[in-house]
Nanobody
Framework: QVQLVESGGGLVQAGDSLRLSCAAS????????VGWFRQAPGKEREVVAA????????YYADSVKGRCTVSRDNAKNTVYLQMNSLKPEDTAVYYC??????????????????WGQGTQVTVSS
């Protein structure tokens, strides 16, 4: 089992940047692909980005492509989500999730087994 803790959220203005972190503890982190998801009020949780075990493969949702970068440091058991040019529509609770069942960069919620508690990102216009 792996435990995940997100950090780095906050209140920012449109156009600003944030870097979210997902710190893992427990099992060998390099055995897990990691995804970033977000959930806005009244909406379903959606994938934002994902990264494979080694970091060789990444996936980005169309809504953030070109504005976000996902990366990982397995030595530090941490995955990052760098978000630039933030928009009010990026406002949501951001969650990281991990899975050891799949290779590549899974993008479906059902493919992930472990979830963090989430961190709030609020972008004002």
């Amino acid at each position: 089992q792996v435990q995940l803790v997100e950090s780095g959220g906050g209140l920012v203005q449109a156009g600003d940047s944030l870097r979210l972190s997902c710190a893992a503890s427990g099992r060998t982190f390099s055995n897990y692909a990691v995804g970033w998801f977000r959930q806005a009020p009244g909406k379903e949780r959606e994938v934002v980005a994902a990264i494979s075990r080694s970091g060789s493969y990444t996936y980005y949702a169309d809504s953030v492509k070109g504005r976000c970068t996902v990366s990982r440091d397995n030595a530090k058991n941490t995955v990052y989500l760098q978000m630039n040019s933030l928009k009010p529509e990026d406002t949501a609770v951001y969650y990281c999730a991990a899975t050891s069942r799949y290779f590549g960069a899974p993008r479906g919620r059902s493919e992930y087994d472990y979830w963090g508690q989430g961190t709030q990102v609020t972008v004002s216009s």
